[in-house]
């Protein structure tokens, strides 16, 4: 076997597609892939639920719809799309 590594944006399509166009070209097209390691992955930022203090922690802004599905995208979203791509691999 042989490993290559690719690097890619799990938060744009085009750079995922790009990926899988890459390592097709790198097999002459034959299909041959046999593990992904997909190492990306947000925390996302440092907010609380409601924005109060409490438990020791000191308060922090209150966590938005867009914050919580900017990591959804990342984290969920991402990996379904690198999967997609690279089944024909």
């Not at 409601?50 to 867009?66: M, S």
Request: glycine share 10%; hydrophobic share 40%.
């Amino acid at each position: 076997g042989k490993l290559m590594l690719l690097s890619l944006d799990v938060k744009e399509p085009e750079s995922i597609a790009k990926a899988a166009e890459t390592l097709l070209e790198a097999q002459d097209g034959k299909p041959g892939l046999t593990h992904i390691i997909h190492n990306a992955g947000i925390y996302g930022p440092k907010v609380t639920l409601d924005g109060e203090a409490r438990y020791g922690r000191p308060a922090g802004p209150k966590v938005t719809k867009e914050d919580m599905m900017s990591v959804f995208e990342v984290n969920t979203v991402g990996p379904l799309l690198v999967v997609q791509n690279f089944l024909p691999c």
